[in-house]
């Protein structure tokens, strides 16, 4: 089974420009989580969607926005590029459904963003 | 709120020694807690996770870890360390609150990770 794939693995832009990150998530996988990773802040949780909707939301600014797609495909969308941006950016899809108490999130290889 | 912490930046081994990675908890419910190990330039790989039961949970690569209640503690151990181990390691734990207000949830949060350096 294939694992969870990002495009693009890397990018370069400048303040003040927008950027699109996409997630593949595994088949049959419904849930679909964001994470930062920074050498200052570690792994920061962004929000996670499940059936097209933002279940959890991390604490960053309304310029972090996300979507799902109905086979689960997600993307995220930073606008108005910052320095302090530049990071790994990493999707991770789980099955999702309320009774799976005992889910477990699988990442992709992440997107390295760097804001120049 | 939940928090786990992992009090070691980095830890220097030799290969063929045991190796321990400690990761303490704090949450108000059941914890669910999971071990993550990543690579330069690589996602995060699950290594293993403790949910319920035994209090010692088997995972990839033969690494294992000891779950402790009264400890707050989830230490991930390997008998037999390998150069090939060394890597950053993350502790994580499920935010049980946010599933509960959400109906669901899979949040994780995640320790500032350890530094696995494995010397021959």
């Known amino acids: 089974k294939a694992g969870v794939t990002q495009t693009p693995r890397y990018l370069i832009k400048t303040r003040g420009q927008q950027v699109t990150l996409s997630c593949s998530p595994i088949s049959g996988h419904r849930s679909v989580s964001w994470y930062q990773q920074t050498p200052g802040q570690g792994l920061q949780f962004l929000f996670e969607?499940?059936?097209?909707?933002?279940?959890n939301k991390g604490n960053f600014p309304g310029r972090f926005s996300g979507r799902q797609f109905s086979n689960s495909r997600s993307e995220m969308n930073v606008s108005t590029l910052e320095l302090g941006d530049s990071a790994l950016y990493l999707c991770?899809?789980?099955?999702?459904?309320?009774?799976?108490?005992?889910?477990?999130?699988?990442f992709g290889p992440g997107t390295r963003l760097t804001v120049l | 709120a939940q928090s786990v912490a992992q009090p070691e930046d980095q830890v220097n081994v030799a290969e063929g020694n045991p190796l321990t990675v400690k990761c303490t908890y704090s949450?108000?419910?059941?914890?669910?807690l999971f071990w993550y190990v990543q690579y330069p330039n690589r996602g995060l790989q699950f290594l293993l996770k403790?949910?319920?039961?035994?209090?010692l949970v088997k995972g990839s690569y033969g690494f294992e870890a000891e779950f402790n209640k009264s400890q707050t503690s989830f230490h991930l151990k390997k008998p037999s360390a390998l150069v090939s181990d060394s890597a950053l390691y993350f502790c994580a734990v499920r935010d049980h609150e946010a599933r509960i207000l959400t109906g669901g949830g899979n949040k994780l949060t995640f320790g500032t990770g350890t530094q696995l350096k494995v010397e021959l």
């Open positions: 991770a899809s789980s099955l999702g459904g309320l009774a799976e108490s005992t889910d477990t999130q699988y």
């Open positions: 949450v108000s419910g059941n914890p669910y």
């Open positions: 969607y499940f059936s097209e909707t933002q279940r």
């Open positions: 403790y949910i319920t039961g035994d209090n």
